[in-house]
């Protein structure tokens, strides 16, 4: 995060030259007061006559994952490049390079644990809201195909024998996308029980 100490004679007069080396707008900043510097003057009455401020920029939800996502990968020893794409409600964060199976875990169950972190970690310190997606290497995208199958290879069975399938444990990503490949489906309906991580989808008949 980009930031600026400045000492003038009051916090107004810092936080304008702050902003003006910064080239933000106050509402993009935080600012602490780190000293104040004040001596008597005539008749008692009190003087500040020194100030220090620091002014930090303020980072959006997208910057704030990015640098978390970047900050995880470095400890673990991966290197890796994050690209951060905004579209509305959402931030994704792709990464690319080489050997990132371990990123990605059986059936993603690391890659959905490390999203799950980063989402709760920016939801602390973010009142901004959002949902952070991670994919690697073009995962998720695959992942998406093959539960579109699943579920329409799951909803034929249903149909023919006339009784429920449940399938196996998902996140609240993959389960979405169950619900949504089926929802249209005339013969069959979804619905989700359990708790996280072991909330599943069940494919019923509607009769």
Known sequence: MKSVEIVAKSKEEAVELALKELQVDENNVKVEV????????????????KVKVRVTVKEDIAQQAGRLLREI?????VLAQVEIFKRPGEVILNVNGENLGKL?????????????LVNLA???VNEEPGRVIIDVAGY????EENLKRLALSAAERVKKRG????LNPMSPTERRIIHLTLQNNKEVMTYSEGEDPYRRVIISPKN
Request: glycine share 12%; charged share 30%; hydrophobic share 35%.
């Open 73 to 77: 990968l470095v400890n673990m020893g």
């Open 140 to 143: 998720r995208k695959r992942r």
């Open 163 to 166: 009784r429920k399938e449940i």
């Open 122 to 124: 920016i939801r602390r």
């Open 104 to 116: 990605i875990g059986r059936h993603g169950q690391t890659l959905n644990a490390l999203q799950y």
């Open 34 to 49: 780190l000293e104040e510097t004040s001596n008597k003057g005539l008749l008692g009455f009190l003087n500040v006559n």
